[in-house]
């Protein structure tokens, strides 16, 4: 009998609490001992994975406090570490320690975010960061916002929210009710989730017009403006204008005053994508980097990038809190009636069940402070230019001009020819990335061929640009 009351899936607490600490152990001995390995796979062959994974047919119980050391041998081994102090990837750096705190004790306790009433302590703590970046990023007290999965869903969101402020027939009656082609303008090098934005909305990708950038690598606002021209001549419908505020491959951010200037003008919504730029506004210093934000009509930026926090956790900002009930709005009888000076979050975004993304953002700046992710935000603009300076220094040429931590450089024997210049630079990457010791990857800046390295990691150090720099001059 006693045997049929455990069955399932139930646990006790003095097993559960074996694991968990076992787990806690391993992960901050593989942390500590993370720089002494390699950052990336030496070979990732998708059989011997398969193969790995055929050992376990989950037919049936395993003994987890044997199969867990298994598991994080085998990530150890096919992952690409983003812990290392020599990764300069993309925008996934070191994980802090609140913020793994945070996604434990929300895995633990699992509170349900769709209505404020069976989450209250969640929902507030949210808002508390969300009200904090929104002071910080200069918008009005109406402002409001709420987490999201990650840029895209914020990114998605904007869209929304503008296809419902511009056109009144579509909360109801769609695309279908409206009179003309909706369309919307973004950057040529900005994240192109936009076209699967595009995509999903209904508008169709054709409906996201990618405009040109010029010789830097930022928007071109006149070949926008003449874009904007002739869509209208040709009888279509612009609605929204993006700016990006540190593209993904550069870090260049757009000229944010005139793209606002122009949106007035033309009587469109202004977007602007700060996913990791954003941060940038925590700092007195580099915040003015950012100038024009403030007169977004919303924003989007990332915690999990530049804020250090596990995945994911996006934010999505709007000047205007109240068009977040007009464009998500429902009632049904089977949720709870809303508190008053509250609102339930199913009812201000597009998501209806959410987990507290919100609390490892909470709980790293309870642990550092505005102050101390300014300090370090401050420190990795400051070791971007070290790099610049060193690499300059050896002869390399830095073909992206930005503040923000991304440096885009190319050697002056790289191949003149665009594709061959391509490979040669992919061929680099991998001879770097293939000693173990530090990951970056190809990128084009304004067309051109270059060298991508991503300085974002509260982990990376002097020496570990030192170290760079010599297995570069190796190449």
């Known amino acids: 009998m006693a045997n049929e009351d455990r069955a399932g899936v139930a646990t006790d607490a003095e097993p559960a609490a074996r694991l968990l600490h076992g787990v806690v152990d391993q992960l901050v001995e593989g942390w500590r001992t993370r720089p002494e390995r390699p950052v990336s796979p030496v070979t990732a062959d998708a059989a011997e994975i398969r193969a790995w994974l055929g050992k376990y047919p989950l037919e049936k119980p395993e003994d987890l406090e044997q199969a867990v050391p298994d598991v994080l041998a ?29 996604d434990l004790i929300t895995a633990a306790v699992n509170p349900q975010l769709a209505a404020w009433s069976h989450a209250p302590f969640a929902v507030e703590a949210e808002q508390r960061c969300i009200d904090l970046f929104a002071e910080r990023l200069g918008l009005p007290d109406t402002a409001g916002g709420h987490f999201t999965s990650g840029g895209a869903e914020a990114n998605a969101t904007a869209v929304l929210t503008a296809l419902t402020h511009a056109f009144p027939g579509y909360s109801t009656g ?40 010029d010789p830097s690598g930022r928007l071109d606002v006149a070949t926008l403006e003449a874009m904007l021209a002739e869509d209208r001549r040709d009888g279509k419908a612009p609605f929204l204008v993006v700016a990006t ?31 990791w730029g954003g941060a940038a506004c925590l700092s007195d210093r580099l915040r003015g980097i950012l100038n024009g934000i403030e007169r977004a009509d919303t924003i989007t930026v990332d915690a999990h990038k530049w804020l250090s926090v596990p995945m994911g956790a996006g934010m999505f900002f709007t000047r205007d809190r109240a068009e977040l009930s007009s464009s998500f709005t429902v009632s049904t009888s089977y949720m709870p009636g809303q508190v008053e000076d509250t609102a339930d979050p199913y009812t201000t975004s597009a998501q209806w069940s959410r987990r507290f993304i919100g609390l490892k953002l909470w709980l790293s700046l309870l642990a550092y402070g505005v102050s101390g992710y300014r ?19 050896a002869g390399w040429l830095v ?77």
């Open 375 to 393: 300090d370090q935000i401050e420190r990795d603009a400051a070791l971007g230019q070290e790099l610049r300076d060193q690499l300059s220094g």
């Open 74 to 102: 085998a990530l150890d081994r096919w992952t690409v570490h983003t812990d290392h102090p020599g990764y300069f990837g993309l925008f996934n750096p070191s994980a802090t320690w609140a913020g793994v705190a945070g």
């Open 245 to 275: 505020a540190g593209t993904t491959g550069a870090g260049m951010i757009d000229p944010l005053p005139r793209i606002a200037d122009l949106a007035r003008e033309a009587g469109l919504r202004f977007h602007v994508d700060a996913a």
């Open 174 to 213: 769609g695309l279908r009710s409206l009179d003309a082609a909706p369309v919307f303008y973004a950057g040529a090098d900005s994240h192109l989730a936009w076209l699967k934005i595009a995509h999903s909305a209904g508008l169709g990708r054709d409906a996201c017009r990618l405009v040109p950038s």
């Open 399 to 475: 073909v992206n001009d930005t503040p923000l931590p991304i440096v885009c450089a190319t050697r002056a024997d790289a191949p003149a020819d665009p594709e061959a210049s391509w490979q040669w630079h992919s061929d680099l990457a991998d001879r770097v990335n293939a000693t173990g010791s530090a990951w970056v990857s190809p990128v084009r800046v304004a067309g051109r061929p270059a060298l991508r390295v991503c300085v974002i990691s509260w982990r990376t150090r002097t020496e570990d640009l030192v170290r760079l720099r010599e297995i570069l001059g190796r190449g």
